[in-house]
């Protein structure tokens, strides 16, 4: 049921629904459907019920939508928004993971909170943000009376983290010599 309220009575019944929909669900949670990216289209019946001393007048509706769940063991790609010392926060379609500091890689990673990025202490690579990762989901806890919805990611495999990581694990396969990374 969508609750249409008194004030957008008289306007164009489409663009009611349109906007009360995409402002109820765009961007909400919902345990088993994940996160709701775009209102894709909807079908509503247009005779409405009102309860007394409501005002508002209450109608069915079946949505479609656009969503993303990420489940576990799954690669994603996303860009680094925010470097702490005790990990990366990466942009997931609608939302951010955190890859703790010591699922980056298997180096142990120094913080250097004067420019804002982690450091590799043997291999001196850098993470920071704005850069683009690739990672697989380590966890998920979306729903199920979880305060806040959780993803956990990491890099601590082959072929994930930066693409010039990845570029370099690919040249080490093929028996060349990787190429060091400027020092910040």
């Keep these: 049921m969508v609750k249409v309220p008194p004030s957008r009575l008289g306007d164009p019944v489409n663009e009611i629904f349109r906007n009360v929909l995409k402002d109820r669900y765009e961007g909400m949670v919902i345990e088993g ?4 990216i775009l209102l894709v289209d909807y079908e509503f ?5 009102i309860s007394p001393g409501d005002g508002h ?3 069915r509706v079946k949505v479609k939508v656009l969503s993303y769940y990420p489940e576990v063991n799954e690669v994603v790609e996303g860009r680094v928004v925010e470097v702490e010392e005790f990990g990366v926060f990466v942009r997931l379609v609608t939302t951010d993971a955190l890859m703790h500091v010591s699922q980056i890689t298997d180096d ?17 690579r850098i993470i920071q943000k704005n850069d683009w990762v690739r990672a697989r989901v380590a966890a998920v806890s979306i729903g199920r009376g979880a305060m806040t919805d959780k ?4 890099a601590r495999q082959p072929f994930l983290g930066k693409s010039e990581w990845i570029e370099e694990d ?8 990787p190429k060091q990374e400027a020092k910040a």
């Design 108 to 124: 142990y990673m120094d913080y250097n909170s004067s420019q804002g990025i982690l450091v590799g202490r043997q291999t001196k």
């Design 151 to 154: 993803i956990g990611l990491t």
């Design 170 to 177: 690919i040249k080490k396969l093929a028996g060349e010599k």
């Design 33 to 36: 459907i994940g996160y709701i």
């Design 45 to 49: 019946n247009p005779v409405g019920q």
């Design 57 to 59: 007048s209450y109608h």
